[in-house]
């Protein structure tokens, strides 16, 4: 275990350096939650009949899931980039530990995670978002968002291994884009027709808002609805604990077996 | 489909053993199997003497591979490139041991650049630093060359023949036979996937010869030409007539390029242009399943 540990901090390390040799995309991933923000709680928050103000209190939280589901799209395109450009065949020939590759991917993923929500917090704090539960409330609701994370880019990396192509990952990545909008994340599902309702309250992203924005005090959690909204912690932890249980071995898998 | 079948190989310690094949022969997946990147269906070797398939992870631990195209990350400079992997290789020192390399291979200058700057020889030459991060017992190198400039090309030579030196195993594959004339000690001919030749770089060159090939302005002068190069050769003549161009393999060591001119010139054939060379890997092809037909018959 030691030596996953070993391996896994120095391509942490790889991952962190590259951040910061090539900045530029960095900045695009951590200034898009915040413009989103702005157009989405302006714009589409005077245009809604609940008070603007209300409208960002809602919006913080699951803008902020949305940015984390992103994570397919981040763990897809490094993956299938180091495949495509040849990296993961030099790493595959090393004598390191099968898991250390995926998990320095997706253990350096959570580092930044962590870090963009810093700036994006304080924005929302700008606009009128508050904590407006406990302390401790809200730092469970932080650990459930990289929880969440965590295993959207388990999710990602899979999807990459898979796919091997930097530019089929890159166009596949911006369809999870459209995740978010079939969920709570920026409107609550209450109002939608029966059927799409059920769709979206059975989108992770939905028990994830959900929970966050209970945890935060920013809503209460619905009386009605699908199982994982009206019992978002419960369903939330179920849902990450479940596809991080599925797709993390079968990436290891896909990433020690190559195309054998 | 099998790319590689009945593969059969014995590489000596310390010797640099040339993989020799035009396109699609199976060298890369040849070596994508040695290097524990494929995993074969059947059959089985040692590499540095442990099993293929059963002792992978020992297997890793004492080969190099440089493949055809370059695989180190252009997001990180060259410096990290080769700390990273001698981190993960558990090198004692990897910053000294990179700076060691990079000198050796002429890349200190570059070496706080992203490699994704380099030019693709420098990133060969990365490439090849980083597969000799800590010193294989078995290197492997797919067409290591390829498309690369003189200089870079040489660079690579010399650090071959630097590593046999040191009891360091090549095996190494190319298009080009005069690559595996310089440097190996054995020439292994691979085609459709399976080794149709092998023997010493000497042995190959008794048996293809070497190529002549005479320029001239007219089709007369030509078949005047060609009377020549059938009395000198004994083989028969070839021509491509919209060069001007008659051509004959040659395995007569005493028929030098002074001696053809002279020849020439006494039967009154004006010349453009005459050359002496080793035969083009097709030519040489062509060759040895000509002699195999001859065996044949």
Known sequence: MSTVAYDGTALLGRQLRRMRNNPGLLILTQTMPISMLLFFGYVFGSALAVPGREYRSFLVPGLLVATAAGGIMAGMFQAAQDTHRGVMDRLRTLPISRSAVPLGQAAADLVVTAAGTVPFLLVGLAVGWRVEGGVLEAAAAVGLLLLFRFAMTWIGIFLGLLTRNEEAAGQLGGATFLLPLLSSAYIPTAGLPGWLRTAAEWNPISAVATALRDLFGNAPVPTDGAWPVTHPIAGSLAWCLVLIAVFMPLAVRRYAYGER | MHAVRGLDLAVAQGTVCGVLGPNGAGKTTAVRLLTTLLRPDAGSARVAGHDLVREAAAVRRHIGVTGQSTSVDGDLTGRENLCLFGRLHRVRAPGQRAGELLDRFGLTEAADRPASSWSGGMRRRLDLAASLIRRPEVLFLDEPTTGLDPASRALIWDA????????????????????????????????????????????????????????????????????????????????????GAVGAVTRDETLTLPRLVRELDAAGVPLLDVSLRPPTLDEAFLRLTEKDEEHAA
């Open chain 2, 160 to 243: 071959v023949r630097e590593l046999t030196g040191d009891g360091t195993t090549v095996l190494l594959t190319t298009q080009y036979l005069e690559e595996a004339d310089r440097l190996a000690d054995d020439i292994a001919l691979v085609d459709r996937g399976r080794v149709a030749h092998t023997g010493t770089p000497a042995q190959f060159k008794a048996v293809v010869g070497a190529y002549v090939e005479v320029v001239v302005a007219d089709a007369d002068v030509m078949v005047r030409a060609a009377a020549v190069l059938d009395r000198l050769t004994g083989a028969e003549p070839s021509f491509a007539p919209e060069r």
